[in-house]
């Protein structure tokens, strides 16, 4: 199926060449659909919209198939991951407390007939924004133009390229191109939720002036506008301006007064939420900004009211001016050279007191004031399936104020001095060399997908953190990695999220299901949502390849730690890929994705390494599981008491089977991504100069237990739960040595595959005696019931939302 060219089912709308004055005349088509995806991408929860939006939109959110997508994907390798924002959530659907449906509403809008019918009447007390006189558009006509009927395709063809690695400019391109569609029917979204807002005059002249410039600029050069648009402080905003419009928007209904009448920037907590504190008008003033770029990149001349923020007037792509004011209105004036001249745009940006002059890409210092220029770094780039070569030039995004957000796993880093960027010039140069040298197709993929780093505020207990934004595709944000190997493999697994996803957006991946279905991840310490399985075993299936690639070389003489990780990656694979076909919510084209991955699987399996180092890997693989189990199964309540009144009692365990489970996250947050035994092994095979301190977190018992000392190890681990009852690092380890001295049978796998039984037990006997059983003990008189028959097969406890596997054996 590698050539087939049948089309995948979905399709984004194309956009790409609709003008952008035209955009806020558009309902949409009735049958909700565009409203419906723009919904996913900001986190709506699949319920009607406030009367102001649904009558702005004609559209509904009740259609089955819908389901708000992921904001986020990210890799913490060390670091303390912090339920309830940032990684440790991927999927971010709105919150119904703060998105409350509209109180007079009569139901939801299920069909295209009651959408038409919310349009022609609306709610009670409605006033439309034109009779208001707060809004009539910026195209300057309320004739709706026919809605573009070009769709975004990609075929099976495709799909296997992205699977498999070998995704050429041809495939790179289509993705990119939807990218854009999916800016601007997000740029559509925003311009039509503001016509629900009563706006301030100097707001609704900057939108208006905004959106003329941005036309006129698309026409005269439109590649410029679409890179503009693709920028990541421009898809953050995008997002981010929709976001707070539709929580204002319903706030302002559950309170009983029309949306349309109400500055939305005085609704209780508008004003505090968003990037940077910034309140609801500042964040639309924005776009005047990113006009004031396209102007700039098209050579045009304009005049366009821009909005401060934090102190400064941020031109994106560009730079950003310096002002001595937090917040109010500026005026860019762009003035292109003459005819002929090859000089750079002139920009002035006017405040009331003073002026300041600069000439963006030209090295001769501003005048009237402080000119923060954007800045770039550059990786190699290698031959691609199609050939090419040469280098991507990759935006260094650190001054813009809406660079981050609350979705980060570390808030953006300030903008630093001329030290620092030439430090991630050197590292990033580096990088791509590592990433050529290796692999030129997978480097110039890689170089195809990512377009801006952004870097992250580095902290000492979360180095080398990363993540991938939903809302900036095509973005790297992440801390300073200590070295360049560190980053060429973040490009890599960063670059895999984005591909995904961008592919994710042209043809669904994952069916809509109902209810919470969470699963196991041996790269996670959480319970997560099929999407991120199915994303988080792309990223690595793409690691494997990467590492799979420097074993291969001619002189690999020494390098284990590429032999480690590919055994790692390959044997995480093997315990994920089951999960995923298992759950029965891939649609066609993410089981073709699956199988291409099995696939790879199958080669990677053959290739031959050390056995010291895939055995390491297989013990890291088993201790993961234990661990994930003890964090997250919970076993059944009766169970356990039974077993509990029978030790009390002083009799043989009357039930020696596993309880049944389900999964439960803790309250308490996770104390790291990778706990210290993995980080410790890991850290065995790499080069002594790359390699670093043992992990704050570990303890004696893990550092003998790497060691091999596991006499020393239990003696630790024992001490270490003495001390601290229930920790589930220490248990676990204690019952891996156990495990290896039984050798088999019944209390071998309670050990390895129901571990949170045996923890269970004892807590509930602690309870009772104020002392905690030893481990061996228990699972020998579990084993020892009466009950017991060895020769049977115990059964994998069976959770509400899957089989988590048993752990992996050496």
């Known amino acids: 199926m590698a050539h087939d060219l049948t089309p995948l089912p979905g399709g984004l709308v194309d956009l790409c060449g609709f003008d952008i004055d035209r955009l806020d005349a558009l309902s949409g088509p009735v049958s909700g659909e565009w409203l419906r995806q723009v919904a996913a991408w900001v986190g709506q929860p699949a319920a009607p919209l406030p009367p102001a939006l649904a009558v702005a939109f004609s559209g509904s959110l009740t259609t089955a198939g819908y389901q708000p997508r992921s904001r986020l994907y990210g890799e913490v390798s060390d670091g303390e991951v912090r339920r309830g924002r940032g990684v440790a959530e991927l999927s971010r659907p709105g919150d119904p407390a703060t ?62 390229a ?205 005048t009237g004031g402080a000119w923060l220029p954007a800045r770039s770094v550059f990786a190699a780039a290698g031959a691609g399936p199609a050939g090419g070569s040469g280098g991507v030039e990759l935006s260094l995004e650190d001054t813009d104020p809406f660079r981050g957000g609350d979705a980060l796993p570390l808030p953006a880093a300030a903008r630093g001095g001329p030290a620092t960027t030439a430090r991630w010039r050197r590292l990033t ?54 070295d360049p190997m560190r980053l060429a493999v973040a490009f890599v697994h960063e670059a ?91 649609t066609a084209a993410g089981d073709h994705l699956v199988a291409a991955m099995e696939a790879d699987c199958d080669v990677w399996d053959r290739v031959e390494l050390p056995p010291a180092l895939t055995c390491a890997a297989r013990r890291v693989l088993r201790d993961v599981c234990v661990v994930w189990r003890l964090r997250n199964m919970r076993p059944d309540a009766d169970h356990i008491a039974g ?63 790497v060691a091999g000392d596991t006499t020393r190890a239990a003696v630790e681990f024992r001490r270490e739960l003495r001390e601290r009852p229930g920790r589930v690092e220490s248990f676990a380890g204690l019952a891996l040595i156990h495990a290896a001295r039984v050798g088999g049978g019944l209390e071998r796998r309670i050990c390895l595959d129901h571990p949170e039984a045996v923890l269970a037990l004892g807590e509930r006997i602690r309870a009772v005696t104020g002392r905690t059983p030893d481990l061996p003990v228990l699972t020998a008189w579990i084993a020892a019931g009466p009950a017991a028959n060895p020769g049977r097969p115990v059964g994998r406890m069976v959770t509400r939302v899957q089989r988590v596997p048993a752990a992996a054996t050496c």
């Open 99 to 160: 998105l409350p449906t509209d109180p007079h509403s009569t139901g939801p809008h299920s069909t295209s007939a009651r959408s038409v019918a919310v349009r022609r009447r609306p709610p009670r007390g409605h006033v439309p924004p034109a009779a208001a006189g707060t809004w009539t558009g910026f195209s300057g006509s309320r004739a709706e133009p026919l809605p573009p009927s070009a769709r975004h395709r990609v075929t099976y063809g495709d799909l296997d």
């Open 162 to 366: 992205v699977a498999r690695g070998r995704a050429g400019p041809a495939v790179l391109t289509e993705l990119r191109r939807a990218q854009i569609s999916r800016r601007m029917l997000l740029l559509w979204a925003v311009l039509r939720s503001v016509g629900a807002a009563d706006l301030d005059a100097e707001t609704r002249a900057c939108l208006a002036t905004a959106v003329r410039v941005l036309t006129r600029a698309q026409r005269r050069a439109p590649g410029e506008v679409h890179a503009l648009l693709l920028h990541p402080t421009v898809g953050i905003w995008l997002v981010d301006s929709l976001r707070r419009c539709w929580r204002a928007a319903a706030r302002v209904d559950a309170a009983g007064v029309d949306a349309a009448g109400v500055d939305a920037a005085r609704v209780d907590g508008v004003g505090a939420a968003g990037v940077g504190g910034l309140g609801y008008l500042d964040g639309l003033g924005y776009l005047g900004g990113i006009a004031v770029a396209a102007a700039l990149r098209a050579r045009q001349a304009c005049q366009v009211p821009v909005r401060i923020v934090d102190g400064l007037v941020a031109v994106p792509t560009v730079g950003c001016a310096v002002v001595e004011a937090a917040g109010g209105w500026a005026l860019a004036v762009v003035t292109p050279a003459g005819a002929g001249d090859d000089r750079p745009s002139t920009l002035r940006v006017m405040l009331p007191d003073r002026c300041l002059v600069v000439r963006p890409g030209d090295p001769s210092p501003p």
């Open 429 to 482: 140069a580096a990088a791509g060399a590592i990433l050529a040298s290796t692999d030129a197709g997978q480097a110039a993929e890689v170089a195809g997908t990512l377009r801006a780093l952004v870097p992250l505020r580095e902290a000492a207990d979360r180095p080398s953190s990363s993540a991938t934004v939903t809302d900036a595709l095509g973005t790297i944000m992440i801390t300073a990695p200590p």
């Open 496 to 586: 895999a999220h984005s591909r995904l996803e961008m592919l994710g957006d042209i043809t669904p991946l994952v069916r809509a299901v109902e209810g919470p279905r969470v699963h196991f991840a041996p790269w996670r310490p959480d319970p997560r949502p099929l999407a991120a399985v199915l994303h988080g075993a792309f990223a690595y299936s793409r690691m494997a390849a990467f590492w799979a690639a420097r074993w291969a070389r001619p002189r690999r003489a020494g390098d284990l730690q590429a032999a480690y990780e590919l055994a790692w990656c390959r044997g995480a694979l093997r315990l994920a890929l089951p999960v995923l076909r298992a759950a029965g919510g891939l």
């Open 643 to 705: 077993w509990a009144r029978d030790w009390l009692a002083g009799r043989p365990c009357g039930r020696p089977v596993p309880p049944r489970g389900r999964v439960e996250s803790p309250r308490e947050p996770y104390p790291v991504h990778r706990h210290a035994r993995q980080l410790l092994t890991a850290l065995a095979f790499v080069p002594p100069r790359l390699g670093g301190p043992a992990p704050c977190a570990a303890t004696a018992g893990d550092l003998a237990a």
